[in-house]
């Protein structure tokens, strides 16, 4: 009888194991996903064994009604000088999680969420989330009552708050940066715009960044997978592996100017070997 009960409790320890892992109705944080502190042409980060819950939240943030945060996951990095950063991600299965993001499309909006130490919040380890007072009646005034599904909004700037600023007198800002996206995608009413154009599972997009504190929204975007979706783990409400990648690039003109400098040297040795 004891060898059962050890059984059973492993067993249901290994369950909440790979359950913390997994996106449920999670609301906006960055645990396990900050890239950090980010200075110098070189630098680079990589955070992986992350999952985003179905393969459309990205994608839905681009219509009129809007996303639902919970459908992304949110990552963060702090970048300390100007410089270009490239942001990539890809799909990624790992343990339990044997759904890779087949089309991720993501978002990069300056500011981060409160529950962090540069935004604490009307309250301290208050998370924001879709759903909350606050957050439904910026919805409601911004689009008016019933006609948003969440707050996520992925091609422009938006706001949320959390459950202890039920007013919405204490915002979380997310400034909208650019995007980018697996594919060109058209659901119907024209070309969603930052499409890579290639369909292959992975997205990669470089800006040029001021210093700050940067959060990326990340997601599916294959519209087509909102419907017929059940309970979590039923009918396709299911976890969707992802990888990132964020790295600090010499800017375009830089790679100009070494190549000059290159042909230069080149182009000297060749005298100084004639002559």
């Known amino acids: 009888m004891k060898k059962i009960a050890t059984k059973n409790t492993l067993k249901y320890a290994l369950l909440l194991a790979g359950m913390t892992s997994l996106p449920a109705m999670a609301h906006i944080g960055y645990g396990g996903r900050d890239f950090g502190t980010l200075t110098n042409i070189g ?4 955070r992986s064994n992350n999952a985003a819950t179905g393969n459309f939240g990205w994608i839905d ?30 799909g990624q299965t790992y343990g339990i999680v ?4 087949t089309n991720p499309g993501f978002s990069l909006y300056q500011g981060l969420a409160h529950n962090t130490v540069e935004n604490p919040g009307p309250l301290p380890l208050a998370s924001d989330h879709d759903f909350g007072a606050g957050s439904t009646l910026i919805r409601d005034t911004t689009a008016g009552a019933g006609n948003t ?27 909208f940066i650019g995007a980018a996206y697996d594919g060109n995608i058209d659901y119907g009413t024209g070309t969603i715009p930052y499409g890579d154009g290639i369909a292959d599972g992975v997205v ?19 519209y087509s997978q909102q419907t017929g979706l ?27 100017m070494l190549l000059a400098g290159l042909g230069l040297l080149g182009a000297s040795t060749r005298r100084r070997r004639i002559g």
């Open 98 to 101: 044997t759904n890779a993001l």
């Open 43 to 46: 630098d680079t980060s990589t």
């Open 230 to 256: 059940g309970t979590w783990g039923v009918g396709g409400a299911l976890a969707y592996g992802v990888e990132g990648v964020v790295s600090v690039v010499p800017e375009p003109e830089t790679y100009a």
């Open 61 to 90: 943030g681009t219509d009129a009604d809007w996303g639902d945060s919970h459908k992304t996951r949110a990552y963060r990095f702090n970048l300390t000088e100007e410089h270009d950063v490239k942001i990539s991600f890809h």
């Open 204 to 222: 990669t997009q470089t800006f040029h960044l001021s210093p700050g504190f940067y959060s990326i929204f990340v997601g599916g975007a294959d």
């Open 149 to 175: 599904e969440g707050s996520f909004r992925a091609l422009e700037s938006w706001s949320i708050t959390n459950d202890s600023d039920p007013l919405a007198l204490s915002l979380t800002v997310f400034t």
